[in-house]
């Protein structure tokens, strides 16, 4: 008997149809002897349709006052899921009770929209697992300290059921969507990819951080440094199958470097076709440069990943960066009316139509040669590289968003992905 | 200035754009000087909606642990209409905070799904009015002590502007809907009722009580209780007429009796065609008898309205009762199974094609033979009369349901109500 957390995605309870099977599934494993503690998301569509009928009514976005009020809407959308797969698991005799995230409590900053999670009281839910009940924690949401509703951000759930299981050693977090697990790479790019049996938390880091949209990236952070046992599993298996072959199924996500994921150099391709490239040429290479162009583009809440700066020939250097594409044209009329002027650079260039393909790998650490590996086999293809970007476990290029997926493919192939471990 | 309390029902809130016009409406009135307390429902159809889920997952109803968490749902109904309320009210230029039910706190008793208001903390309210913002206080909820979320029941928005009005001491409590007043009768029975300018608390808890389903009756109870000033209108009149004109329009409910409303003997024709009628024959007439027949009818949660026993012959009486129409199979077959056994008697009979119509008003109470004169003009009509229930305000009838509208337009026309008053 253990305290197991479950967590399901907004297509696994997007349907009374639907959320019928997971309370039978829940079932099974309280059945089974396991404290169960459940996190569902909203029915999916749902979030869409509240922030839809938000936008309708304000499409600006004035500031806190407005962002408190689309929390005040938008947590709703769990609200509801939980009280149904509460209702359901009642239908199916078993004692149940929901919490909204103000009642558990779940408390946060006041960052609305984007709160993040300082701490959980676990006493209730206790009590309730205690006295044989399922306990339904509202994904998505929680209260900061002045009584006021937050939601987490896009995803948010992922990260609620990682912190609930956090504060309370669940024995394990499982996390049911609509894919079956982790895989080498996006199967319908490649469709030799392979399921991954477990990967590191650092490799699942820069996965999700690079367009793998199996978890939310602070989901991921919150397990890592709380060290909790994650499992990404498929909702869609049929909700009776033998518990202990469900228990095995998905993709673990590890914090240990066993010898068997040694074996893997590369473990996986990530790819995000969501970004777009931004160069200042001709700028002044003097210090505090990058914070006068970032500072910018970060005051205006614009999210930048690669940057690059070239080094400087006769006192001047360009400098590259890239952001999501939705922000390219917002940052590019900051940098020419704000940046431009003050620092006499040359002139603003920039490309919508990139891609970021990387390799990442917790072997990488302890082996030489991949990144230039990655390289040649993208010479071979006759792919050229805009920008180079490297971290310890990761090695991530900028290309010409039409060789996406010639080069996914190719490196895959070409770090024997498609290969069954030994 | 003076602090007002609107409250606004689900066709009022029905869309986006009717949303708008609530904001534009309630910042004329801010902007009159007034400070506004607003109460929305929920989006029409959005309770049935949710509840239409819950009922999906399970068609039971096993007691505290399903209402419990059919309130965790329905709640959300109303919490999206306040946070859109509050955006819409922003869009317009106005400061605006939404609070659920749990934020404020409105406080209940654990009765789920039909919880009763015990008190309402005006502290948070009153600090956002006095730095001038626009208050949206979500209807139809509450927190009970051990922090539940609990609902009101069908039309509790309308208790919660009441409630809150009676603890801010609001100069007066407007409930906008989708009609202009309460009028003599309902106007698709008969073309030539007519709003009621005023009208005295004890009859509009009658004609509420009696189908009527302008405001609910609970809301009537609390004014009374709390001497509210309250007044229904319409909010389908343009958000940009003249406030004096607006807060002068629909149907003031009253506590004093005035003489101009002596004037009027009977106010209203109400009339119920949800009911039912039961008779157990033959019952013995001994102490205890009603409370055996109706604690078994009451422990079922069913709602008695007209209770009958007539003298007994013999040592023999006939008793009858009115319920819902939708409790009556129910409420038979606890009779036959558990009732007529055990007293011994003879028969119960049923019928479900009645209609129950009643004269309602505040000078019947100095006024003789208004009752007689009702009798006088059913029989003119050639309708039967099956039950007869009085009070000091009030008589009903029950009749068969085909003679209805027959019955409410002759009745109507006898008791003047027709003529403009004097």
Redesign the interface.
């Known amino acids: 008997m253990a305290l197991i957390v479950h967590k399901y995605g907004g297509t696994s309870m997007g349907s009374?149809e639907r959320?019928?099977n997971v309370?039978k599934r829940v079932a099974k494993w309280a059945r089974a002897g396991h404290q169960m503690v459940v996190v569902p998301s909203a029915m999916s569509g749902e979030t869409n349709r509240?922030l839809g009928?938000?936008k309708?009514?304000?499409p600006?976005k004035?500031g806190d006052?407005?962002g408190?009020?689309?929390d005040?809407?938008a947590?709703?959308g769990e609200?509801?899921s939980?009280?149904?797969l509460?209702?359901?698991l009642?239908?199916e005799g078993m004692?149940?009770?929901?919490y909204?995230g103000?009642?558990v409590p779940i408390r946060t900053d006041s960052s609305y929209t984007k709160a993040r999670i300082e701490s959980i009281e676990d006493v209730k839910v206790r009590a309730d697992l205690d006295a044989g009940r399922v306990v339904i924690v509202t994904g998505f949401q929680g209260l900061d300290d002045q009584?006021?509703?937050t939601t987490l951000g896009r995803g948010g759930s992922d990260t609620s059921a990682v912190a609930v299981a956090a504060a309370m050693k669940a024995a394990e977090c499982l996390i049911y969507t609509d894919v079956d697990g982790v895989y080498t790479t996006d199967p319908r790019v490649v469709p030799e990819a392979r399921r991954l049996k477990t990967v590191s938390f650092e490799e699942m880091l820069e996965m999700a951080s690079m367009g793998s949209k199996v978890l939310q990236i602070r989901s991921v952070e919150f397990a890592g440094k709380y060290k909790v046992p994650l499992r990404v599993l498929s909702s869609f298996t049929s909700w009776d199958i033998d518990i202990n072959e469900e228990a095995a199924s998905g993709t673990l996500i590890t914090f240990e470097e066993d010898e068997h994921m040694e074996q893997a150099v590369v473990s996986g391709i990530a790819f995000n076709r969501d970004e777009a490239k931004i160069s200042i040429l001709g700028v002044p290479d003097t210090p505090g440069i990058a914070y006068q162009i970032l500072g910018v583009i970060a005051d205006a809440n614009i999210d930048v990943d690669v940057i690059i700066q070239n080094v400087s020939k006769e006192g001047k250097t360009d400098f590259s960066f890239t952001c999501n594409r939705g922000d390219y044209a917002k940052a590019v009329d900051l940098l020419k009316t704000q940046v431009l002027p003050k620092l006499g650079a040359k002139e603003v260039l920039g490309d919508t139509k990139i891609c970021k393909v990387s390799i990442v790998g917790i072997g990488m650490r302890s082996h030489v040669g991949i990144a230039s590996k990655m390289f040649r086999v993208l010479s071979e293809e006759g792919i050229n590289i805009q920008m180079i970007s490297t971290s310890e476990i990761k090695t991530s290029v900028v290309i010409d968003e039409k060789y996406m997926e010639l080069a996914v493919r190719a490196l895959h192939k070409a770090f024997d992905l498609d290969q069954p471990l030994v």
Chains 1, 2 share one sequence.
């Open positions: 009374t959320i019928r309370a509240l009928l938000a309708e009514l304000s600006s004035p006052a407005y408190r009020e689309l005040m809407l947590a709703t609200q509801v939980s009280a149904l509460a209702i359901a009642q239908a004692e149940s009770v929901s909204a103000w009642q009584g006021n509703i």
